[in-house]
């Protein structure tokens, strides 16, 4: 473990003040999994934690941290849940429930939740587990000389795992390799067609302390699969916790991928999610963010287009209110000829909330015929409403086609006059307004289940905001419990 | 009872006073015209008939139905009956023309307690009204209004008419930019409006509107007050020697 101190630390001093919890965790994970983890498991988590206590969190001198300050996060102490902490219900989940879904895995506050998780009928063209159980199958069979092992093939764990989200890069990443429990193994076979989404649902539960969740996902969509999947980050109670989740997505050849990322978890929650995408040649990716909740939360989108021809959606909403921060920060690297991406951000603010819209977007120099288009398009509900936004260019290559553009408005109070004098009540008029702005990203997904289910918490969430609005002009303003992250030092 | 009864109107707007005392009495039934020179308040009039906070009503009072007018928000104004057809119709993007009509509709019928209209008995009656006003079917599930050429969107205003069947329907320079074929088809659509339940408050600069639709009623609108009031043959008088006060001028003509 390192302990040399250097100059990144001591600028770092006040963020890192309470590194001692994560060692604690780590030296207690390392200790209860000396049997579990294969070696290179074990290698893997050790130079991710080396990574992770160097450089501790980020500050806002950090070119990628400029607008988000972390220093509420690395104030707090959380601690590792321990398997069974906090109880949650059948009924508790039934409320979670996406509609028209093929599965669902359950996680409460990391770790697998079988009772919970509803993995009946599936085709075998799919297999699913959680990545614990994946790694242990993987770890019987090798022991058993290779015997086949029942309901989930895990050869693919060792392959993928951390090769793509990149740990030197992103101390968040490096935290989550380090300090992973569980999290959800997905392979999709060549060629298979999954009609119905997989719902994977992580639960953070009030365990009576601030508790730490580091959810791991691998997802393998073979060549020509075709797929749409999940991820879904909820609350019970309205406890702190801090989710710190990574996503590798590795689609092979010509497959069709949907990812879908909810975040909806209580005010008090800290959300870090890590969402890396590899393309091979001739696929199609699509990633969908819909963040509604969440006290803090970072959405780091990562594709990597990695063969020619393939096309990446990155569509994503945002809504805010209170002292909501909502930073989306997108990398879009191209890397192989022909490919095209397409960014597309909507952002809803009200009352102090705070947006964030990064779109980083790398043409490598063998990536000819690029073509890639950003578009974040904010509205800004209050005065005290704020959002950034910064498009980054970096192009290597010299044929390429890239735009980008961004706008900031208000709802237009011509168009709410026009809704009302025509017998529409306020709050609906003002209601459909911040719906139809929101519906550009809902457009934007093929119609299946998945859009229902989000359309639906988009609907309510805006039904939510439309009224505290009006309620916000009438009452007097009234002094909020939640932290702004901008004022915590 | 007059269905509208104006006394004494003074309204403002950024600071500005453009209505300075304006009386005008219309009864179901009748079409009334109001004609002036820009910046005379007939656009004002329109806006504070419709409800809209940005104009500030100082002194008088307005009866509708018997109700004081000026206490009602804008959608309530509409539920009971009053409709504005702009003179800009306004653009929104992301919501379906059609929807939005319906959506209208049932706040308005819910108002009146009435059940709402799903959509396979509204669309019928909206494609209907739509092919009187000789409106292309695609614009049913376009955006309300957006990339509508000038025509349409006045058209569109008076479909939204048609289909809201309000007891006034005031028309803030519905004629505005619109050709020839265009305001016979508005003209078309108005008349076919027309009943003794009924009343139109035509806003208007120039005769030719009135040459379709004949008011019962034209009064002048100077410097936020009617100056003159008379038959469909004052239009033809203004349109020959203009807004100037004439001899016979009658300050505060009201209607029967």
Not at chain 1, 129 to 134: A, D, I, K, P, V
Not at chain 1, 161 to 186: E, H, I, K, P
Not at chain 2, 65 to 78: F, I, S, V, Y
Request: glycine share 8%.
């Amino acid at each position: 473990m390192s302990t040399t101190a250097n100059n990144t630390e001591n600028e770092n001093a006040t963020a890192t003040g309470k590194l001692g919890t994560y060692l604690e965790a780590y030296g207690e994970l390392i200790a209860e999994r000396q049997e579990r983890d294969p070696v290179w498991l074990r290698q893997l988590r050790e130079d991710a934690w080396r990574r992770f206590y160097a450089n501790g969190f980020p500050t806002t001198h950090d070119e990628d941290w400029r607008f988000t300050n972390l220093a509420a996060l690395a104030k707090t102490s959380f601690q590792r849940a321990v398997k069974g902490s906090g109880t949650v219900t059948a009924e508790q989940i039934e409320g979670f429930r996406v509609l028209g879904a093929g599965c669902r895995l359950v996680f409460v506050n990391g770790h697998f939740a079988p009772e919970l998780s509803d993995v009946c009928d599936l085709p075998n063209t799919l297999e699913i587990c959680s990545l614990e159980r994946g790694i242990a199958k993987a770890m019987e069979g090798s022991a058993s000389n290779g015997s086949a092992p029942v309901g989930c093939a895990p050869e693919g764990i060792e392959q993928h795992l951390g090769r793509y989200a990149d740990l030197r890069r992103d101390v968040f990443t490096a935290l989550n390799t380090a300090l992973w429990d569980d999290g959800a193994y997905l392979r999709i076979h060549r060629g298979a067609v999954i009609e119905r989404p997989i719902h994977l649902l992580y639960v953070s539960a009030g365990a009576g302390a601030a508790i730490m969740t580091h959810p791991r996902t691998l997802i393998v969509a073979e060549p020509t699969s075709h797929s749409a999947v999940i991820e879904d980050y909820v609350s019970i109670g309205d406890e702190t916790a801090f989710s710190n989740a990574v996503t590798e997505l590795v689609a092979g050849q010509d497959a069709v991928v949907s990812h879908f990322l909810v975040e909806r978890e209580n005010l008090a929650a800290f959300n870090v999610s890590t969402l890396r995408l590899e393309l091979a040649r001739g696929t199609n990716v699509s990633s969908h963010s819909i963040l509604l909740g969440g006290g803090l939360v970072r959405n780091n989108v990562h594709p990597v287009l990695n063969g020619e021809g393939a096309e990446c959606l990155i569509n994503g909403l945002f809504v805010g209110a209170g002292r909501q921060h909502l930073d989306n920060y997108m990398l879009v690297e191209h890397a192989q000829p022909l490919c095209s991406s397409r960014q597309f951000y909507n952002g809803i603010l009200d009352d102090r909330a705070r947006g964030v819209f990064h779109g980083r977007i790398v043409v490598h120099k063998d990536a000819q015929k690029t073509d890639a288009k950003q578009t974040n398009r904010n509205l800004l509900l209050s005065d005290d409403a704020r959002i950034d936004t910064k498009p980054q260019l970096e192009i290597y290559a010299d044929d390429v086609k890239c735009t980008h553009g961004a706008t900031i408005g208000q709802i237009e109070e011509e168009q709410l006059f026009y809704l009302r004098s025509r017998g529409i009540e306020e709050t609906s008029a003002r209601n459909l307004l911040l719906y139809a702005f929101a519906a550009e990203c809902l457009d934007r997904m093929p119609e299946s289940p998945a859009r229902e289910f989000v359309a639906e918490l988009i609907r309510v969430r805006l039904t939510d905001l439309a009224q505290n609005h009006q309620v916000a002009v009438l009452a007097a303003p009234v002094e909020e419990e939640t932290q702004h992250w901008e004022e915590v030092r | 009872m007059a269905l509208l009864e104006i006394q004494d109107l003074h309204a403002r707007v950024e600071g500005h006073e453009i209505l300075k005392g304006l009386n005008l009495t219309i009864n179901a039934g009748e079409v009334h015209s109001i004609m002036g020179p820009n910046g005379s308040g007939k656009s004002t009039l329109a806006a504070v008939l419709a409800r809209r906070e940005t104009y500030e009503v100082t002194r008088g009072r307005v009866l509708f139905n018997g109700k004081d007018l000026l206490e009602m928000k804008p959608e309530d104004a509409a539920c009971e009956g009053v409709f504005l057809a702009f003179q800009y119709p306004v653009e929104i993007p992301g919501i379906g023309n059609a929807y939005f009509v319906r959506s209208a509709m049932n706040a308005i019928r819910k108002f009146h307690g009435q059940d709402e209209l799903d959509a396979m008995d509204f669309l019928p009656l909206y494609k209907e009204r739509m092919k009187i006003l000789e409106m292309d079917d695609k614009l049913v599930n376009r955006s309300v209004n957006e990339g509508f050429s000038g025509g349409e969107k006045k058209r569109n205003e008076i479909l939204q008419m048609a289909m809201l069947e309000p007891k006034l329907a005031i028309l803030d320079e519905t004629d505005s930019g619109l050709d020839i074929d265009a305001l016979r088809i508005v003209a078309k659509g108005v008349n076919a409006m027309r009943g003794p339940d009924r009343a139109f408050l035509v806003i208007t600069h120039y005769q030719r509107l009135l040459d379709y639709i004949t008011p019962d009623f034209v009064h002048v609108l100077v410097d936020g007050k009617i100056v003159r009031s008379g038959g469909p043959e004052l239009a033809l008088e203004l349109e020959d020697k203009g807004y100037g006060p004439s001899e016979a001028d009658v300050p505060q003509a009201l209607p029967a």
